[in-house]
């Protein structure tokens, strides 16, 4: 199958959402500082999905251990785009780089990108593709920094939305909007294998 390859994301003027499951911990702190603090692990990749369904895939809808909880974070536009200039694919495409082009490029980037099949509400495979932005070390540090306007704890609403899904009564219209987020530039649409 071959899958459409763009960001699909629910965003506004400023900023775009992502998603992360985490440890109530981690979690809570995030909540109250509206950034990460002690509990998180900085010196580890961190990954953003924008896809809230391919995270309720991933997670169980929040029922896997360690990711109990769902934090929507809002990321300043500037940000997310200056991520997707420094990503890089984590594994080669023919059609951006040659074997040794990818290599170093992949041992110099802090930001990484990968395409997973999104899914629906029941965790079936449909025809896009989702994005996943692995960050470490220095573009960690920015979007902690420069990066987060807001920090929201959908977990009381995932554990609603999973109960009406399991009971069949969860509609997808009930569930986060996402639309395709608009990537430009074509050197990163290229070096991103986005079609």
């Known amino acids: 199958m071959q899958y459409v390859k763009e ?3 629910r965003y506004d003027k400023q900023c775009i959402r992502v998603y992360q499951a985490y440890n109530a911990a981690i979690a809570k ?3 109250a500082l509206q950034t990460f603090g002690s509990k998180f692990n900085l ?3 961190t990954w953003i999905k924008p896809s ?9 809808w929040g ?5 109990e909880c769902i934090l929507a974070l809002d990321i300043d536009q500037s940000v997310f785009d200056m991520l997707l200039e420094k990503a890089v694919l984590t594994s080669p495409d023919s ?3 040659t074997g040794a082009q990818w290599e170093k490029a992949f041992a110099e980037t802090t930001v990484y990108c990968q395409w997973d099949p999104d899914r629906n509400m029941n965790g079936n495979a449909i025809d896009r593709a989702a994005i996943q932005i692995g960050i470490k070390g220095s573009a960690l540090r920015e979007v902690l920094d420069k990066g987060i306007c807001r920090i929201e704890d959908l977990t009381p609403l995932v554990r609603k939305w999973n ?22 530039d074509k050197a990163i649409r290229k070096r991103l294998a986005m079609r």
């Open 52 to 60: 809230f369904l391919w995270l309720m895939y991933r997670s169980n």
């Open 43 to 45: 010196d580890r990749m």
């Open 163 to 184: 109960g009406q899904r399991k009971n069949g009564k969860l509609s997808a219209k009930d569930l986060p909007s996402e639309k395709i987020y608009p990537v430009r």
């Open 63 to 67: 029922t896997k251990k360690d990711q």
């Open 7 to 9: 960001v699909f994301a």
């Open 29 to 31: 702190e995030a909540i």
């Open 95 to 97: 059609a951006s780089y």
